[in-house]
């Protein structure tokens, strides 16, 4: 098998665009959760918490003719893998156009704005609004299939619409590709634009925070005061190479991934099941031939929501043991769904480098219903450079786990 390493990084969060300005705000343990004026007439919705992305204006990004076939969500991707492409200096590099680079990504849903133009025409047969990318902005594979035409590659496309773990799925399928000898480039990530149909599916399942007075302070993973999530907005896409390739044209490795698992609980398509996610963490685990002592730190999935947290601290301590730092960084961004793998991945590499990881925002009394577990909290943590765990967890009883391994 091949070795797949990471050459470019790049992603969008509500802290920020750059490790300089994330990076300490992660460390001083802030969130990009704000409350939501706009929401205030929607009474039927009881959340008025989100992290969007504000600082970035998808509308300016490219010229109109760039950017008719995307909405927000497609924008942010397509701008993520154009800043991921100059950090690895594959921008104009003919291996984009041969065949042997592609794209794996993906979000839980397209952009908003032409479905609410497609129910329009169904309720008062108008057609106002809607034109011929309309469709193109709102199917779920948008985010790839731009990036593909924008960049002009011809390897293969792989969608992962998969909900919370689209991103993480893209990143660990992007790296089977590319281990197995079908690619030699990938561009691997997803991305999920604000939208407040999002806030309202977990409404509806009553697992929004009503902390609407404490934007700051909302999100609480594995706090046994956490009273739910709040929707944030990420992006993220990472360049994996295979290793020979990166080095013969003088690349400098970020990263290495060196393990993935990915798998379903088969059981229930929203409740955790803490057996399917501890198999998930194990394969990945053997798919990269190391055991928990060789990992520095696990990022975890961590949503703040009552079940969630449980199941998912369980399934780490019969993996990880007790004595291995665990963080997550939903209380700094709150659940950015298809995104959130990415930014994961992205922020973990950054702080594996620097050998320090960000203590789980607003974590000051741990939940005694979750396991016993090394929780970051307080503050930062120094740690080695060696590799971390990431996971996620989906509706579906979708699973992933990945590990990422410093590049020696």
Avoid at 347 to 360: N, T, W
Wanted: proline share 3%.
């Amino acid at each position: 098998m091949r070795r797949v390493v990471i050459t470019g990084l790049s992603s969008l969060t509500a802290l920020g665009e750059h490790w300089e300005d994330i990076g300490p705000a992660l460390h001083a343990g802030k969130a990009g959760i704000r409350y939501m004026p706009e929401w205030d007439e929607m009474s039927d919705l009881n959340a008025r918490l989100g992290g969007p992305i504000d600082s970035f204006k998808h509308e300016k990004a490219y010229p109109r003719q760039k950017s008719r076939s995307m909405g927000r969500v497609a924008t942010l991707m397509v701008y993520n893998a154009e800043k991921a492409l100059e950090d690895a200096g594959l921008t104009d590099d003919p291996v984009l156009k041969s065949g042997r680079t592609g794209v794996a990504a993906g979000s839980s849903f397209g952009s908003t704005e032409p479905v609410r133009s497609f129910v329009g025409f169904m309720e008062t047969g108008k057609s106002s609004g809607l034109n011929a990318t309309s469709y193109i902005r709102m199917m779920s594979h948008t985010g790839p299939a731009n990036i593909a035409v924008f960049f002009g590659l011809q390897g293969r496309v792989i969608t992962t619409s998969s909900a919370c773990t689209s991103a993480s799925q893209g990143i660990g399928y992007a790296f089977e590709a590319i281990q197995s000898g079908a690619q030699d480039v990938m561009l691997a990530g997803g991305a999920d634009e604000f939208c407040i149909t999002m806030t309202m599916v977990f409404d509806r399942l009553y697992a929004t925070s009503r902390r609407q007075d404490d934007p700051q302070h909302a999100v609480r993973p594995f706090d046994e005061s956490r009273d739910g999530l709040v929707i944030g907005e990420a992006s993220g896409i990472l360049i994996l190479e295979e290793l020979e390739h990166a080095l013969a044209r003088g690349a400098k490795p970020i990263a290495e991934v060196v393990g993935y698992a990915t798998n379903c609980d088969g059981s229930h398509i929203s409740q955790p099941n803490r057996v399917t996610q501890e198999f998930v963490m194990r394969q990945a685990l053997q798919s990269a031939n190391m055991s928990s002592d060789d990992l520095s730190f696990i990022s975890a999935h961590g949503t703040g929501t009552v079940a969630g947290d449980i199941q998912e601290s369980h399934a780490s301590r019969a993996v990880y043991g007790d004595k291995l730092p665990f963080h997550t960084l939903k209380g700094n961004f709150g659940h950015s769904l298809g995104g959130c793998g990415a930014i994961e991945v992205h922020l973990g590499i950054e702080m594996l480098k620097e050998g320090r990881i960000s203590p789980i925002a607003n974590l000051t009394n741990v939940d005694p219903k979750c396991a016993e577990l090394d929780y970051v909290m307080g503050e930062s943590r120094q740690v080695s450079s060696n590799a971390f765990a990431s996971s996620n967890f989906a509706f579906g009883g979708i699973n992933t786990s990945l590990v990422i391994s410093n590049y020696d």
